[in-house]
């Protein structure tokens, strides 16, 4: 399908269901929760837009009971289905937004370093991303300079995926516009802890974006602790060419013998793994199942993983620094 009758469509079902739009507020401000998380209990869920839009019907999730709604810094809620109305509260964590920690940024010289990125362009070797995961990087923090993060170098891959078109120069791109959100961690115990800012850190990716893409994050102040940090991605789905996130169903169910199995979407563009890092440096979680816990990439870990079968344990992100002179 052409991606714009792919657009025209979603707006058709956008029109349709409108009725089953519910907003996720915050019971003070009563601003929208942006891109708040919607669980299913099954392993499945969807995501609120960045005014906390979203849209769920019988018809479309007519196997789900129940459904989780949590966001960094409020309180979770569950809740039956069929209770689920057009506007939803959730109420903030004071406790938990008084945690992180407003670093001011110092003065006086300082040099621009960059930890390169490790991009190629072999298919075979991306991972394909799915709203159920997130990927995160582990940099640690080599001595006690303040060390400011200006960029985040992320390679991807935007190659159509049709198996015909790939290696043809002369093959037009297909069009797609994805939103990915980006969160920072500290270093808990060897595994991504409390989260460095509460702000929205978020970009697009479409069918023209750079293999190594440059987000620059200077603007929220993010400092690397002494004990290191933790840098996720994760895709939150395709948006419209206002950059607004579309409803569209993260899941396709495939009937087989043993009965109804959900296969989850996979969105473009790709994410390159490398084995050309020594150190297993990346960590990835389900976000709709076993409570977002962490995990190394690793074959301890995860099991039936091509890139791990690969030798491919690491994606390659890079950074861009404002390293500090001792204070």
Known sequence: MHFRHFIIL?????????????????????????????????????????????FFTKK???????????????????????????????????DLLDEVIVTARPSGKHKEVTLKPTAHDDYYKCWLPTIESEIAVFFPNTDNKPKHVTKVLFPIKTEAKDWDKRGKSNKAKRPFSTLFRVQFYENNNGL????????????????????????DVSGFDIFIPKDGIYISIQVLGFTDKNGKLLPNKKYQEVKTRRGIVKVSTTFRPL???????????????????????????????ID???????????????????VYKEE
């Open 10 to 54: 979603l707006s058709i079902l956008f029109t349709i269901n409108s009725f089953s739009q519910t907003r996720i507020i915050d019971s003070i401000t009563k601003n929208g929760v942006s891109f708040a998380t919607v669980s299913f209990g099954n392993g499945n869920g969807i995501f609120a837009d960045d005014d906390g839009k979203f």
């Open 60 to 94: 479309l999730y007519s196997d789900i009971d129940s459904l989780f709604v949590s966001a960094l810094g409020y309180k979770d809620v569950k809740l039956a289905s069929k209770t689920l109305k057009d506007t939803l509260y959730l109420t903030p964590q004071s």
């Open 192 to 215: 991504p802890g409390d989260v460095l800012t509460y702000e929205k850190v978020i970009f697009i990716a479409t069918q023209d974006t750079k293999p190594v893409f440059e987000f």
């Open 271 to 301: 994410l390159p793994f490398t084995d050309q890092i020594s150190e297993k440096n990346t960590f990835v979680k389900r976000v709709f199942q076993n409570n977002g816990q962490w995990v190394l990439f690793d074959k301890k870990n």
């Open 304 to 322: 039936n993983s091509n890139l791990l079968n690969a030798g491919l344990n690491n994606y390659g992100m890079g950074l861009k620094m404002e």
